[in-house]
């Protein structure tokens, strides 16, 4: 998104647009792998309509909740509060890593460092609320 308004060309504005959605979209085959792979046996279609109906919603609901609070507070003040949600969602998850990172060197077990490693770093934290609504039907 940053380099938007350095090019005024036509052709270099598409490129950076395809380089954009080549990087945004590469996400999505591994956060369907995860889906396939931690979701219940025969409950795959419930996990991925889950995740599809959320998109639709957020795509829905998002421009119109921005647009409203662009309008009654001004455009620049959305940016500068989703940026600074942002950095604080990146501060705590830093914080909760060095915490991780802390109790994991005082503990001796390796078997109590392996359960951890499962719990909190493996396969996506970002999907794991959307698979729990499909794991707790089970």
């Not at 490129?15 to 979701?39: D, K, R, T, W, Y």
């Not at 219940?40 to 921005?66: D, K, S, V, Y």
């Not at 830093?94 to 951890?116: D, G, H, I, P, T």
Request: proline letters at 4%; charged letters at 15%; hydrophobic letters at 45%.
């Amino acid at each position: 998104y940053a380099l938007f308004p350095i090019f005024e060309s036509f052709y270099l504005l598409c490129a950076v647009a395809f380089l954009l959605g080549m990087a945004l979209g590469s996400s999505q085959p591994n956060v369907m792998s995860l889906i396939h792979s931690e979701s219940p046996p025969g409950r795959t279609g419930e996990a991925l309509g889950l995740r599809t109906m959320l998109i639709n919603l957020c795509h829905t609901t998002l421009p119109i909740i921005f647009g409203g609070a662009g309008s009654v507070i001004g455009a620049g003040s959305v940016f500068y509060i989703v940026a600074s949600l942002f950095l604080l969602h990146v501060a705590k998850n830093n914080l909760r890593a060095v915490q991780l990172s802390e109790l994991s060197m005082s503990w001796s077990k390796s078997e109590e460092k392996q359960k951890l490693n499962k719990r909190e770093f493996d396969k996506g934290a970002i999907t794991r609320p959307l698979l729990f609504f499909v794991r707790a039907k089970v």
